[in-house]
Structure formats: C-alpha cells, structure tokens
C-alpha cells in the first residue's frame, strides 16, 4: 500500500468503480431500453472494477445493463460478501451506498457540495 494510503487510508480494502462497454444496439426494444445509458448516449453493457491501494485488480463484476445504477450493481455482484469487519470501501460520490454496507464496514467518498457554494478547507484537502 502506498506510504499515503497507510497514513489516510489505512483500512481501505478496496477502491469501486463502475466501467460502461459500448454494446451493439439490441433488436429487442425492451433491451434496448434498459441497456440505453444516459450517460453515455448509447446502449452499454456495465460492470463493476475493484482494486486495491495497491493498484491491483481485485474485483471484476458480471455485465448488467446499462441503465443498472451503480447501487444495484453493487449490492447485486456480490463483493459485499467479501467486506469484513474493519474494511473501509473507497469509491466515487455516485455510489450511494453506505446504508448497504454490512455491519462494521465504513464508505469512504468525497464529500458533497450538496446546497453549499463550495467546500470548506478541510473537504477540499481531503478531495
């Protein structure tokens, strides 16, 4: 674990993300639905990567479709099962999910603006 993540991070087991996969678009309409990602403007296969402080790939979900949210993803992929007491999951402000993580297990993500201007010092460093 690198020197920086031992002082700030010292319980992060893994670092989350979801990747979305430019997938041909389906014949079926109803697939064609759920696969269509807003966020990419085209149909999309999407999974889940974990990796280490280390940097390595530790984790690698199924495909679901691409409208799934990161949320569902992550509560059905199973890398939850993984977690144990004391682990500290790091993952992007997208991923809404700390009332998901089992008991003991804490959520690291950057803070919100939410109606505030702008960060306070302390939320910037941390960023």
Same mark, same amino acid.
Request: charged letters at 20%.
């Given at each position: ?59 690698? =979900? #199924? +495909?679901?479709? !691409?409208? @799934? ?13 993984? $977690? /144990? ?13 700390? =009332? #998901? +993580?089992?008991? !003991?297990? @804490? ?13 306070? $010092? /302390? ?5």
């Amino acid at each position: 674990m690198p020197s920086s993540f031992k002082e700030m991070y010292p319980t992060t087991w893994v670092i989350i993300d979801c990747s979305e996969l430019f997938i041909e678009t389906p014949s079926s309409f109803r697939t064609q639905s759920v696969t269509y990602s807003n966020y990419k403007h085209h149909n999309t296969a999407k999974g889940l990567v974990g990796i280490s402080p280390s940097a390595a790939v530790t984790f690698v =979900s #199924d +495909l679901y479709a !691409g409208r @799934s949210s990161d949320k569902q993803i992550t509560n059905d992929c199973g890398i939850l099962k993984l $977690l /144990e007491d004391g682990d500290s999951v790091m993952a992007d402000k997208g991923f809404d999910i700390e =009332s #998901d +993580l089992p008991n !003991g297990i @804490s959520l690291n993500i950057p803070p919100f603006l939410h109606n505030k201007e702008h960060l306070s $010092l /302390e939320e910037e460093t941390e960023t």
